[in-house]
């Protein structure tokens, strides 16, 4: 294969169809920002949809926007913008709390769901706070249930009539692998277990069809791929099927079969708004919604197709300019991957803080992996080019081998 | 009592030493906003503090404002401003999650810590969310707790060594009647119980004082009386003495103790940080964050001395100025009520839409009652005499006697 030149990587931003969609994020100048996957860049339309929120609704119609302004339902419209991503029902998704607490809510929903049965599946792998919760509730609970943990290459095999829910993230926060949604929630059903998948790492950045893979339940977060706004409101998916049957741990007003008549006893609403719990943050919610109205005007096939055009071309890059620095490929195989790359050095952390100091933005994750993520709406096929070249500056130099890029910050 | 007119409430406005306050809000025109209790109005340095966060500190720092920023550990930065306001100290206060979130955090934890007893004693006046989260914790747990409720005043008698926790929110939401925080809590302790108070109708309404009062556990919002914005996040408070003894039901990434070692087992931070779960809606937090500096330049007797003399004032302009037209009184007395005041009506719903219609805003809660809430920081006395001239208008014109204020919305 011929050397790539910059030249090159300029020519495919010029044929490629989303390009126009760079113009509509705010970046900072001198930056290449390849951690959408942790902070998705900011809309402009976010900004519009922020100030009206801001000085329109809270400022000037204040309370009264609950109605006017419809306050009241953002967690279903948002839902059903997310369902459009997602393969599933305008009913079937609802945006409220975070990632962690709507986890939360359906695995314990799930376990009682399936009273028989003691056992959450997952792997070691799954992203650690999804771990953590699991065991939270299930300590909660005194202990009847147990957490188990079993290879995400052996999971499918490990399903058995034990499990009440099989809880898994769809694509992996590190080697960025997918699991195979369709394949993996026929094991748990074939099992009689139900399914979770977490969509952190999903939604936005590839296809996803919850209902063509018949899932049973969902989580994903808003800030991510769907470029929410920091800390943005997460959301949750229960299949049509199972929404009469959930019973709400977490069982506040704004899930109330009538939230207005002040009613001392709690009645779950029909269908999925039963899932909400207090009142949510509208000002980030706000912020979300506009900025997934971004994200639908995209044909998620082209974002697909660039997705992986860009991460294929960085990992080539590394090999043409760095392929003496000693860097392995930590990424799953090209199709069997999400939107990210990520490559492996036992000096990983202060490479990427050199990088970092020299506007090239990527992250982090122990022991030794540097992740770059490839948000196809905002990403060009150049910012691929300029973060190898400023990767090869920083090695050629050895300039991460400097005691303020050795020492770790509080978050990486 | 010779009659009171609106040249002595604007004597009153200029003799106010809260007056300046106002101009730090934005408010809308024509519009007499007594329904801070419910929302409270858009602080200037909110929308300040916003732009910040959206443009310079999302749009341009993106991911590395978790650092540059602190947005890493705004929840207890911004938990610490609140401890000021009620009692508590820098580091038994965090903001997180909502009211109901949080209330089930800390309901869970009190039954952990008092094992053999199976009650969660509240009233039936408590704000509905908060027994709903109680149902849902008791169920969840399979139904071996059982929510009691007593009437307010005889609570104190029923606390005996049944009592996990008594649970109740210190203002009541219709009455205004406050709970004599440190004789109750006292009950609660004499009888081996923990005490839970719900501060949503408190914080920055009147002096509150936790520990003085020995509490052990408190929630509260951030929309109310504290301006945080539609939705903003809620706080929780844990006493210093049973930090370490906490057991988090809900144990995301944020209360991990080491939060960015990506560990596979959940290890509780030390201190309130273990009550934290998922990633925090920053741009919402930010939003509070700024409002409780302007909250915290203001005296809190100052506040507690005219949020009387407004109620005062508006229930005798009521009397003199709508004396026929059967309202009554809905409050508790002037010493034992919070910062609103309810007026008691059989067309209360009518009545209040058509004062809203006038840009007079309360809000009405079923079955009779129209609850005016005062904020110090912004209302003025002259707002007390528009609003009792707009009721008379309304009262004397038979204005709410229209279909059109009779329909009930879906958010009232």
Redo the contacts between chains.
């Keep these: 294969m011929s050397r790539i030149t910059r030249a090159d990587c300029e020519a495919r931003d010029r044929a490629d169809p989303l390009a126009p969609f760079r113009q509509r994020f705010?970046l900072?100048p001198d930056?290449v920002?390849l951690?959408g996957n942790?902070?998705g860049?900011?809309p402009k339309a976010?900004?519009a949809r922020?100030q009206q929120?801001?000085?329109r609704?809270?400022?000037?119609?204040?309370?009264?926007?609950?109605?006017l302004h419809r306050?009241?339902d953002l967690p279903q419209r948002a839902g059903a913008k997310i369902g459009r991503l997602v393969g599933a029902k305008a009913n079937e998704v609802v945006v409220a709390?975070?990632?962690?607490?709507n986890l939360?809510k359906l695995l314990?929903a799930a376990l009682?769901l399936k009273p028989g049965r003691r056992v959450i599946l997952s792997e070691?792998g799954n992203f650690?706070?999804d771990?953590?919760?699991a065991?939270?509730?299930i300590?909660?609970?005194g202990g009847k249930h147990e957490l188990k943990?079993v290879p995400g290459e052996r999971i499918a095999d490990a399903i058995d009539e034990t499990v009440a829910v099989v809880s898994l993230t769809h694509v992996n926060y590190k080697s960025g692998r997918i699991h195979d949604m369709a394949a993996v929630t026929a094991k748990a059903h074939a099992a009689g277990a139900l399914m979770l998948w977490d969509l952190c790492h999903s939604a936005g950045a590839l296809p996803v069809d919850l209902n063509a893979a018949k899932a049973d339940l969902a989580v994903g977060?808003g800030?991510k791929y769907l470029n929410g706004?920091?800390?943005?409101?997460?959301f949750l998916f229960v299949a049509e099927r199972h929404q009469e049957s959930i019973?709400?741990?977490?069982?506040?007003?704004m899930g109330?079969a009538h939230p207005?008549?002040?009613?001392?006893?709690?009645e779950p609403a029909h269908g999925i708004a039963r899932n909400l719990?207090?009142?949510?943050?509208?000002?980030?919610?706000s912020?979300l919604d506009a900025a997934l109205d971004v994200m639908l005007e995209a044909d998620m096939k082209a974002i697909r197709a660039k997705s992986l055009a860009l991460g294929e071309l960085f990992l080539a890059l590394v090999e043409q300019e760095c392929g003496r620095h000693g860097f392995a490929n930590g990424s799953a195989p090209q199709h069997e991957r999400g939107s990210q790359v990520g490559l492996l050095h036992p000096e990983g952390y202060a490479i990427m803080q050199a990088l970092?100091a020299r506007g090239v933005?990527g992250?982090f994750?122990?022991p030794d992996m540097l992740r770059f993520g490839f948000a196809p709406l905002y990403n060009r096929f150049v910012d691929a080019w300029d973060a190898v070249a400023a990767l090869k500056a920083v090695m050629d130099a050895r300039a991460w081998d400097a005691p303020k890029f050795k020492t770790r910050?509080?978050?990486?």
């Design positions: 705010v900072p930056v920002y951690d942790s902070l860049a900011l976010a900004v922020l929120a801001v000085d609704e809270w400022g000037q119609d204040l309370i009264r926007s609950w109605n306050w009241i709390d975070s990632t962690s607490v939360f314990a009682r070691p650690p706070t771990l953590y919760v065991q939270g509730l300590d909660m609970l943990l977060c800030y706004g920091p800390g943005a409101p997460a019973r709400p741990p977490l069982s506040g007003w109330h207005f008549t002040f009613d001392i006893g709690y719990c207090g009142t949510p943050p509208v000002l980030s919610m912020t970092i933005i992250d994750r122990a910050a509080a978050v990486t």
